[in-house]
C-alpha cells in the first residue's frame, strides 16, 4: 500500500513537500512516481524516480521548481514543491512501478490514494 501526505492549502510562491510511503514492501524495490489531477482534467505524469535515483525525469512544467527524492531506509520518497503556481493545484498521486519515455509515464501497478494540493491566495 502506498500513502501520500503533505498536501495543503499554500499561496502562490510557496512550498510543500510531499511524501510517499509504503507498508507491505519496500519502496527500494521500485521506481516511484508522482502524478496529478487538476479538477476537470486529465490526470498527468509530474516526477518519477529509479530505484536507486540516479535517473529522473520531470515534466517541463515543473522542472526547477519541483524535486523528487528517496529514501529506501526510510521507505519514503518525497516531492519537494516550491514556487508553486495555481496551475499546480490538484491531487497528487504516487505510484509504483514508473518508467518514462518520449510518450510519457507507463507501468504503474500500484497507486496512493492522493492528497490534495490546493494553491491560491
Known amino acids: 500500500q502506498l500513502v501520500e501526505s503533505g498536501g495543503g492549502l499554500v499561496q502562490p510562491g510557496g512550498s510543500l513537500r510531499l511524501s510517499c510511503a509504503a507498508s507491505?514492501?519496500?519502496?527500494?524495490?521500485?521506481?516511484i512516481g508522482w502524478f496529478r489531477q487538476a479538477p476537470g482534467k486529465e490526470r498527468e505524469g509530474v516526477s518519477c524516480?529509479?530505484?536507486?535515483?540516479?535517473?529522473?525525469d520531470y515534466l517541463d512544467s515543473v522542472k526547477g521548481r519541483f524535486t523528487i527524492s528517496r529514501d529506501n531506509a526510510k521507505n519514503t520518497v518525497y516531492l519537494q514543491m516550491n514556487n508553486l503556481k495555481p496551475e499546480d493545484t490538484g491531487v497528487y498521486y504516487c505510484?509504483?512501478?514508473?518508467?518514462?519515455?518520449?510518450?510519457?509515464?507507463?507501468?504503474?501497478?500500484?497507486w496512493g490514494k492522493g492528497t490534495p494540493v490546493t494553491v491560491s491566495l
Open positions: 524516480i529509479s530505484r536507486s535515483g540516479e535517473s529522473i
Open positions: 507491505g514492501f519496500s519502496l527500494d524495490s521500485y521506481s
Open positions: 505510484a509504483a512501478p514508473c518508467a518514462w519515455s518520449l510518450l510519457g509515464y507507463y507501468g504503474m501497478e500500484h
